[in-house]
């Protein structure tokens, strides 16, 4: 996994951007920066997110997280019990944000 720390002007931290090697060709820093100055927590991809779920590096005593379209972050977050695989799929990116 790859992970950019990002920080504003006056050096203060503000989150993350985190993608999978697989995505290293394809991923668009400039877009996944946007989206991190938006939504002010870390951004992560979806294959990266759940390579953290995965690897039990993120659970829900962390934090929350809201799926993000390119566009705008959904209104329902990562731990929804009623979500299945089609309903996220369709959303390259995460919004994360820590307790």
Not at 5 to 9: F, L, P, S
């Given at each position: 996994m790859y992970t950019i720390?990002?920080?504003?002007?006056d050096d203060k931290f503000c989150g993350y951007i985190c993608y999978t090697d697989k995505e290293i060709d394809v991923i668009n820093i400039s877009e996944l920066n946007r989206i991190q100055q938006e939504c002010k927590g870390s951004v992560y991809t979806l294959n990266a997110f759940m390579e953290e779920i995965d690897h039990?590096?993120?659970n829900s005593y962390d934090g929350i997280g809201y799926f993000h379209n390119g566009e705008k972050e959904t209104e329902f977050c990562v731990w929804d019990d009623g979500l299945i695989w089609d309903d996220v799929k369709k959303f390259p990116y995460v919004c994360w944000y820590n307790k």
């Open positions: 720390e990002i920080k504003d002007k039990g590096f993120i």
